[in-house]
């Protein structure tokens, strides 16, 4: 004769536990979509950051002729005039991509190579006394470099002091990136990623223990690419705006502004005067004048490409400065001495609009969201499944254990199976697809429960 044993209720304390935390997963899932669809309109269909450069030359600010000074040169000059037929259009060796629909991934060493590299040099070694070394500042914000120097010269520092050295050093060359120096002109235009990313590589630069580690890629755009160099070198030597000098006022010393550029010359030709220094300039001007921009050869042709582009898509403005005369550079024109910082209007980036950092940050802190949630999920799954099939392996022992002592002993009595009393106390089972009442179900748990089962019996 067949029966099955009774369904055992069991205490529903696990089972309610895992409803709690199945409640607080589905709510936290509904808050963390509402909040993405609701900033998801605003970061994406937010425009770039990038603005127009403005102001005077840095050189201009400082009053100093560019034949005396070495800000913005990289040690090589570029070449006399060239022959008529080599200073034709030169088609970019690679074609220029769109900066609307484009981007291109930056590390520190770039970022070094566009802002720092036309003043300090690819070593970081600057031109003393004019440029100082970036050198011993970086290794000044490394702890442990700073105990190996306080040692060297018989001080010895314990960690604690030492790591508050260190951190001045740092906080004094974040103000001076954000906020120039005496000479040093002001790169406040930088995100706090791109700050980062800089300084990462400056670490490597510098020698700083463990700095390899520690480097990051930064996503920008073509025009954002442009704008870096543009501002960083281009603006070093070249104002905003002005009037185009003629080959009288070149021979006498002006530059050109960066307004009258794309007017000026293709975008082939600028790249070749970037990258080469092909002369560009047509004029009575002497051999000695003809090719004495600097060459930037650690700029590639697409960087040089990205120049014009965002000349052409964000044209040079003069809102701090009203055009005025040309700019003609002289040894007797004003003193050499005065602060490099470009005047509060050229700084417009970080207040006139949210920066780019903003974005990334919401997007990071989305991410780490997205994340922790796939994590709660996951180990709120193992242990429900853990749970579940330790609860089922329970019940299974538990039905196999009492059905094979009530067995051998059932009779039929009232439409249900009594075992009859071959024990201390009696036991209920009822036939299959039966519900036994409530008295049974006790007296069933109450026959046998083993104690390694605790509660959930």
């Known amino acids: 004769m067949l029966c099955s044993c009774t369904n055992i209720d069991m205490p529903a304390a696990g089972t309610t536990r895992g409803a709690r935390a199945a409640r607080f997963l589905t709510c936290l899932v509904v808050v963390l979509g509402l909040a993405a669809t609701l900033c998801a309109p605003s ?14 030359s840095v050189l201009g600010h400082l009053h100093r002729p560019f034949e005396e000074t070495a800000m913005g040169k990289t040690w090589r000059l570029g070449p006399p005039l060239q022959a008529p037929e080599e200073t034709a259009d030169l088609a970019p060796s690679a074609p220029h991509r769109s900066s609307s629909t484009n981007t291109v991934v930056l590390h520190g060493a770039d970022l070094y190579r566009m802002n720092c ?5 690819e070593s970081g070694l600057g031109a003393p006394p004019e440029i ?14 700073v105990m190996q120097r306080m040692k060297s010269v018989g001080a010895d520092v314990s960690r604690a002091q030492a790591t508050e050295l260190a951190g001045q050093s740092k906080t004094a060359l974040l103000e001076r990136i954000h ?7 002001s790169f406040s235009y930088l995100d706090d990623f791109e700050v980062q990313s800089l300084v990462a590589y400056l670490n490597l630069l510098a020698g700083v223990p463990n700095a390899a580690a520690r480097q990051a890629a930064v996503s920008e755009s073509h025009a954002r690419v442009g704008e870096l160099i ?31 550029l794309t007017s000026r010359v293709s975008r082939a030709q600028l790249i070749r005067k970037i990258t080469v220094g092909a002369s560009v300039n047509m004029g009575e001007v002497p051999d000695s004048l003809r090719g004495r921009m600097p060459v930037f050869f650690y700029l590639t042709e697409t960087e040089a490409a990205d120049v014009y582009g965002y000349l052409e898509a ?6 701090i400065n009203p055009p005025g005369a040309v700019q003609v550079q002289n040894a007797q024109s004003a003193p050499t001495t005065g602060s490099a910082r470009p005047p509060e ?18 997007f990071l802190y989305l991410s780490l969201g997205v994340l922790g949630l796939l994590a709660v999920g996951i180990v709120f799954t193992q242990r429900e499944f853990r749970r579940l ?11 196999t254990h009492l059905v094979a002592r009530a067995l051998p002993i059932v009779a039929r009595q009232n439409n249900s199976w009594v075992v009859e009393k071959t024990s201390r106390r009696p036991i209920a089972l009822v036939p299959t697809g039966r519900k036994p009442q409530a008295s049974s179900a006790k007296r069933l748990k109450d026959w046998w429960c083993p104690e390694e089962f605790g509660d959930a019996c």
């Open 345 to 362: 209007g050229t700084r417009k980036r970080r207040d006139a609009e949210p920066a780019d950092s903003a974005n990334r940050t919401w």
């Open 230 to 260: 543009v501002k960083s070198t281009c603006h070093t030597c070249h104002a905003a705006t002005g009037p185009n000098p003629g080959p009288a006022e070149l021979a006498a010393g002006a530059i050109p502004p960066l307004a009258t």
């Open 314 to 319: 964000y044209p040079p403005s003069d809102s």
């Open 389 to 399: 099939s330790t609860e089922a392996h329970m019940r299974r022992s538990l039905r």
């Open 132 to 145: 100082a070394s970036i050198i011993n500042p970086v290794r000044a914000t490394s702890v442990a470099l």
């Open 117 to 121: 590299e036309g003043c300090h040099g």
């Open 43 to 56: 970061l994406l269909g937010q425009h770039s950051t990038v603005t127009a450069v403005e102001g005077d």
């Open 179 to 185: 906020n120039g120096g005496q000479d040093m002109p």
